[in-house]
DNA sequence: CTGTTAGCGCATTCAG
DNA sequence: CTGAATGCGCTAACAG
């Protein structure tokens, strides 16, 4: 069933059916005749077929590491949201963190020549180390969070990840913890911003610097912060790159009989679900994550649409519950 | 940059170029040629040309009601991994439980001519309340995860939740467990067969059914689940129908100084990240979203390829850890 | 306002 | 093995 088809059964042209379907004036009429014969036959114009002349299939994609981490299913689900009530369809590739695969996944959006890509996450700043496929998506509309891709057609939208730690950290200090300890997850351009946060904030308060680091999230990272623990360096506080950490550290600290947010404070980053299931609730540095995608997926379309757009950062807070 | 001018620029015809890109035999002095212009020019056929001739983008959706729940996001994460592998592009549409939304996302895919549809969750039967949205997509290769949608070319993947919840229960009263209360929530389908389970076993060995209810996974469940324990009901152990819900009820008797697997046994549903972040760690049905995920993708592409399948349910298994 | 026609970029006949 | 011609379903000029 085609355009064809449908004129044929209405007895009119294929360029009046056309015009039927993008809402341009016809004769009433017409209209109805065609009208019908396209409930009759459920029919469908074909998007691949207007994709092929409009040289856009109204398809946006989201690139994410790992769909299963909440921060970035949240963006993805936002993102998703909000492109697809304008008719949008949004495709979100899951990189697992892979180089190649990555860019895999951009070879297949180039052949689709998908409409924009926001990527999500200063992991993909890898790709400015790839000169050929900056080549390749150079003039696609691009919009990258908490990093930029060196492309001519590339905004940027950032979190302040440095000043909400730095923050945080200060909250701690004020509160008058003297022995704060920063977990480190990663080492990525925005976990060091994070990392970074906590360090000026010890320096200019004259304390001490220190970090421990894990390269996990779940059982490495439960035996890396009971190391840290047995070595008894956080007496007072801890803040942690990510809330899947603190609610580690609570959970550990609590199992010891330490008086979470009373003995010691512990703080999460990222306001995740993770801040409500922890016993006692978890305070957390909020990077907005839904601001943020929502941001993006507006950029983007002021691209589309080409207005102009300048790079926007987005300010953290911290939700203070009762770990800290 | 189309593939016209690579022809040229070769000194061959389109069609040979087509041929070098369908890895067809052709003479290799040509091949070289080609195969220079299309480096030169980091020529990428395009997909929308291709699926117009083809009828098809190698584009697969799938369907889910929310990323940001833990199950769905698993769901799309593994589907998404097993077919990117083989080639095809994945959609992922969050429906957000809106029954419209969901119509006007299949209107989209019909448009996109995807290949075919895998849903996830037993939410999406209520399509079959809609014939004029079934003929719509009657032809299309579907798989639904835990339900069953009345077109022609529909298969089913079902995860055996009540004998989870039946064996979990029975799990209970076998260790002298006799005050067994089931938290349930929603009234969808798979709910519904989870809380059969329940019910089932607790008939089998003329116990008493005990049965509470919410309509929520955070802020409210919690007040629910609060006045469940004031109620006082819940002496010997709680079978709940999501993790969320059993890290709640374990949160909550922690505060009351219940000691959890000992005094009381709490079981959630789903293996999620969540049994591991609870202190104690939670017991609780695995659902097998992985295996699950992996055999509607499988099956899926059984049915491009022409293949029988038949429809398959999957066993769930007890993962016992320290909650009960 | 309506219909005719020429592409969009590619795969696929069918001759040569 | 290669190339010329046709069509996939639709939009956009253009002419009527």
């Not at 008894?232 to 550990?252: P, T, W, Y």
Request: with cysteine; charged share 25%.
């Amino acid at each position: 069933m085609n355009i064809y088809d449908i004129a044929r059964e209405a007895g009119v042209s294929i360029s009046t059916v056309s015009k039927y379907l993008n809402n341009k004036n016809i004769r009433p009429e017409l209209k109805e005749k065609i009208e019908y014969v396209i409930k009759k036959y459920n029919y469908v114009p074909s998007a691949v077929a207007q994709g092929l002349v409009s040289k856009s299939l109204k398809l946006i994609a989201v690139m994410v590491v790992d769909l299963q981490v909440s921060y970035y299913a949240a963006a993805a689900y936002t993102i998703d949201k909000t492109l697809s009530k304008l008719g949008y369809r949004v495709i979100i590739c899951n990189t697992l963190g892979d180089e190649e695969n990555s860019i895999r996944y951009l070879d297949s959006l180039m052949k689709l020549s998908v409409d924009g890509i926001i990527f999500i996450g200063s992991i993909f700043e890898f790709l400015n180390k790839y000169p050929k496929v900056l080549n390749k998506i150079d003039n696609i509309p691009i919009i990258c969070n908490n990093g930029h891709i060196n492309t001519k057609n590339s905004h940027s939208v950032y979190a302040d990840d440095r000043v909400g730690v730095y923050q945080a950290t200060e909250y701690l200090i004020k509160k008058g913890r003297k022995n704060i300890v920063y977990l480190k997850y990663l080492t990525t351009a925005s976990s060091n911003l994070k990392c970074q946060g906590y360090k000026d904030a010890i320096d200019k308060y004259g304390l001490k610097q220190t970090i421990y680091y894990t390269n996990d999230l779940m059982t490495a990272a439960y035996e890396d912060i009971k190391k840290m623990l047995e070595d008894g360096v956080a007496k007072d506080a801890i803040v942690c790159g990510e809330d899947l950490l603190a609610l580690s550290c609570i959970s550990q600290l609590s199992a010891l009989n330490y008086k979470i947010g009373v003995d010691i404070d512990v703080i999460g980053f990222n306001a995740s679900i993770f801040t409500d299931v922890s016993n006692p609730k978890m305070t957390s540095i909020d990077n907005k994550v839904e601001e943020t995608s929502v941001k993006c997926a507006d950029m983007l379309l002021d691209v589309l649409q080409g207005k102009e757009v300048k790079d926007i950062t987005i300010p953290c807070s911290l939700v203070i519950k009762d770990s800290a």
